[in-house]
């Protein structure tokens, strides 16, 4: 096929074709993981869409075919009333873009494919909540509207999603159907092209323009679209969603982190609104499901030789596996995951070296409040990413660009969406009253190199104001933001920088002895003495 390929241990291609998150299913599948059965569009696709402005030729039979497969893989019907089939479809640039693009969830959930899950599995309010929040993602896509105000997906302050699903979808189709001038149509293949389109769209959006100006990405590499058969977090109470680091990402610890919710769709631990759990407490409720990320993770590490990151879902007690990518750490965790990798043995001193880069060491000596000292601290939360910000508080992404014309601000949300961009991007720090070390705002922050505190308790957010502990600061006051200790304070209190550990001291030992230069110089030159010879090394080879 021109512009599909079925995903299997088979499949060829590199990433700037498949895209990265199919690329990575390939991998997994390679590892003998369990992986949905699912297919790719191609980054050419979109380019071809792009320059025509409506998908390429010939797509929608090829669609039609990779469809037959997924079916044949899950006896199941797209579209069908009875085993119904349903699809997520998600973009997939060959770079990494946390967030800055479109998802369409329980593509395929017509109506009448909505009553056969209801019948199939004996429960009306999972069949309506699931298609619910089809509908919701899909109006976000072809909108471009946030899908967690009226019409989001259920159980996140939607237009009476909890309380009344069926009447939410009412309402939810009708407000698409004004917005668009069409009604959403009830045949999975026109919904399919629909939400494939409305993926490569949101590859020239002003949120994902502005993340590849920020990371100098090109603008001309267009995305893939990987559409996977759905498993749901939401099943029953055997079921739910996570993610995972193999070792902790803030310090590289050698140990799992994440996050998880039980009940629920990956889509809600990724967002920030709903309040997660710690990994851990996996490994109690589903202690089978947990041994299975634990020897995933063991897989896939050992594949990279380095850190990882995965998505999963489980559904009725089963695990999935939906991403993976490696950690890709900075400061002292990389220093920490290089140094121990090569006590290890699994890499080489020489390989550590390359691996951590002169400005991951101008980040290992991470500042933070001090501890002996007096800051007046508002609020913790979870230290999303590692350092000190000072800034004016800012409510919206309007305010934060506005106001970081005069000096640094610090963006303060209820949570982050894609939609705020401008904002992240003008932000010295951010805090955000919901979310994990999984949300939307961490992922961006780690992402940027930005210091930032999420799931703050009790933190309102205003017009021009917040609200936290029972005091009220107004848009512009100074705060201090510790994404190390999770905390923010009033004003500018004492910062203090942590003193180097014996991971550091043991990478720069290795730096010295490969440069053999031991004269008194800065951690950074030390690095880049090594580096440089190893480079030398490289092209003679």
């Given at each position: 096929?021109?512009?599909?390929?079925?995903?299997?241990?088979?499949?060829r291609?590199?990433?700037?074709?498949?895209?990265?998150?199919?690329h990575?299913?390939?991998?997994?599948?390679?590892l003998?993981?369990?992986?949905?059965?699912?297919?790719?569009?191609?980054?050419?696709?979109?380019?071809?869409?792009?320059?025509e402005?409506?998908l390429?030729?010939?797509?929608?039979?090829?669609?039609a075919?990779?469809?037959?497969?997924?079916?044949?893989?899950?006896?199941?019907?797209?579209?069908?009333p009875?085993?119904?089939l349903?699809?997520?479809?998600?973009?997939g640039?060959?770079v990494?873009?946390?967030?800055?693009?479109?998802?369409?969830?329980?593509?395929?959930?017509?109506?009448g494919?909505?009553?056969?899950?209801?019948?199939?599995?004996g429960?009306?309010?999972?069949?309506?909540?699931?298609?619910l929040?089809?509908?919701?993602?899909?109006?976000?896509?072809?909108?471009?509207?946030?899908?967690?105000?009226?019409?989001?997906a259920?159980?996140q302050?939607?237009?009476?999603?909890e309380?009344?699903?069926?009447g939410?979808?009412a309402a939810?189709?009708?407000?698409?159907?004004r917005?668009?001038?069409?009604?959403?149509?009830?045949?999975?293949?026109?919904?399919?092209?629909?939400?494939?389109?409305?993926?490569?769209?949101?590859?020239?959006?002003?949120?994902?323009?502005?993340?590849?100006?920020?990371?100098?990405?090109?603008?001309?590499?267009?995305?893939?679209?990987?559409?996977q058969?759905m498993?749901f977090?939401?099943?029953?109470?055997?079921?739910?969603?996570?993610?995972?680091?193999s070792?902790?990402?803030?310090?590289?610890?050698?140990?799992?982190?994440?996050?998880?919710?039980?009940?629920?769709?990956?889509?809600?631990?990724?967002?920030?609104?709903?309040?997660?759990r710690?990994?851990?407490?996996?490994?109690?409720?589903?202690?089978?499901?947990?041994?299975?990320?634990?020897?995933?993770?063991?897989?896939?590490?050992?594949?990279?030789r380095?850190?990882?990151?995965v998505?999963?879902?489980?559904?009725?007690?089963?695990?999935?596996?939906?991403?993976?990518?490696?950690?890709?750490?900075?400061?002292?965790?990389?220093?920490?995951?290089?140094?121990?990798?090569?006590?290890?043995?699994?890499?080489?001193?020489?390989?550590?070296?390359?691996?951590?880069?002169?400005?991951?060491?101008?980040h290992?000596?991470?500042?933070?409040?001090?501890?002996?000292?007096?800051?007046?601290?508002?609020?913790?939360?979870?230290g999303?990413?590692?350092?000190?910000?000072?800034?004016g508080?800012?409510?919206?992404?309007?305010?934060?660009?506005?106001m970081?014309?005069?000096?640094?601000?610090?963006?303060?949300?209820?949570e982050?969406?894609?939609?705020?961009?401008?904002?992240?991007?003008?932000?010295?720090?951010?805090?955000?009253?919901?979310?994990g070390?999984?949300?939307?705002?961490?992922?961006?922050?780690?992402?940027?190199?930005?210091?930032?505190?999420?799931?703050?308790?009790?933190?309102?957010?205003g017009?021009?104001?917040?609200?936290?502990?029972?005091?009220?600061?107004?848009?512009?006051?100074?705060v201090?933001?510790?994404?190390?200790?999770?905390?923010?304070?009033?004003?500018?209190?004492?910062?203090?920088?942590?003193?180097?550990?014996?991971?550091?001291?043991?990478?720069?030992?290795?730096?010295?002895?490969?440069?053999?230069?031991?004269s008194?110089?800065?951690?950074?030159g030390?690095?880049?003495?090594?580096?440089?010879?190893?480079g030398?090394?490289?092209?003679r080879?």
């Amino acid at each position: 096929m021109r512009w599909v390929r079925p995903l299997s241990a088979g499949t060829r291609g590199t990433a700037r074709t498949l895209g990265a998150k199919a690329h990575g299913l390939v991998l997994l599948h390679r590892l003998g993981l369990r992986v949905p059965p699912a297919f790719v569009v191609t980054t050419r696709a979109c380019r071809a869409f792009l320059r025509e402005g409506r998908l390429p030729e010939g797509l929608d039979g090829e669609l039609a075919a990779a469809v037959g497969g997924l079916q044949t893989a899950t006896g199941r019907r797209f579209g069908g009333p009875r085993l119904p089939l349903a699809v997520s479809v998600r973009s997939g640039a060959g770079v990494s873009m946390p967030g800055m693009m479109d998802t369409v969830l329980n593509l395929g959930l017509t109506e009448g494919a909505a009553a056969g899950l209801a019948a199939e599995t004996g429960d009306p309010r999972f069949a309506l909540d699931s298609r619910l929040r089809f509908l919701s993602t899909l109006a976000s896509a072809l909108t471009g509207a946030d899908g967690g105000g009226p019409g989001g997906a259920p159980g996140q302050g939607d237009a009476g999603g909890e309380s009344d699903p069926a009447g939410a979808i009412a309402a939810l189709q009708d407000r698409i159907r004004r917005r668009l001038g069409r009604p959403v149509p009830d045949e999975a293949a026109a919904q399919l092209e629909l939400a494939v389109g409305a993926v490569f769209s949101s590859w020239g959006s002003p949120r994902a323009r502005a993340y590849r100006d920020l990371h100098g990405i090109p603008h001309d590499l267009g995305t893939a679209v990987v559409v996977q058969a759905m498993v749901f977090g939401n099943r029953d109470g055997l079921s739910g969603s996570g993610v995972a680091f193999s070792r902790h990402p803030d310090t590289g610890a050698n140990a799992p982190f994440g996050e998880v919710l039980f009940g629920r769709q990956g889509d809600d631990v990724v967002s920030g609104k709903a309040a997660t759990r710690p990994l851990r407490e996996l490994a109690d409720r589903h202690p089978a499901v947990w041994a299975g990320l634990l020897d995933a993770l063991g897989r896939i590490e050992g594949h990279y030789r380095d850190a990882c990151y995965v998505e999963f879902t489980f559904q009725s007690g089963e695990l999935w596996l939906l991403q993976v990518r490696p950690g890709r750490f900075v400061g002292a965790a990389a220093v920490r995951v290089a140094a121990e990798l090569a006590d290890e043995g699994v890499i080489g001193r020489r390989e550590a070296l390359l691996r951590v880069s002169p400005h991951h060491l101008r980040h290992v000596r991470t500042p933070r409040l001090d501890p002996a000292g007096e800051a007046d601290v508002l609020a913790r939360g979870v230290g999303a990413c590692p350092g000190i910000a000072v800034g004016g508080v800012a409510t919206t992404s309007e305010a934060a660009v506005r106001m970081a014309a005069d000096g640094p601000v610090v963006l303060v949300r209820p949570e982050t969406s894609p939609h705020d961009m401008r904002g992240l991007a003008a932000a010295a720090g951010i805090v955000t009253a919901h979310g994990g070390p999984a949300s939307h705002a961490a992922v961006v922050a780690r992402a940027m190199g930005k210091p930032a505190v999420v799931g703050v308790a009790g933190l309102s957010v205003g017009a021009a104001s917040v609200e936290v502990g029972g005091r009220t600061l107004a848009e512009g006051d100074c705060v201090t933001v510790d994404g190390t200790g999770g905390e923010v304070a009033l004003g500018r209190p004492r910062v203090v920088a942590t003193a180097a550990d014996e991971h550091l001291h043991r990478l720069l030992a290795w730096a010295d002895d490969v440069s053999g230069d031991r004269s008194g110089r800065d951690e950074a030159g030390r690095l880049e003495a090594a580096h440089a010879v190893l480079g030398r090394g490289r092209r003679r080879g």
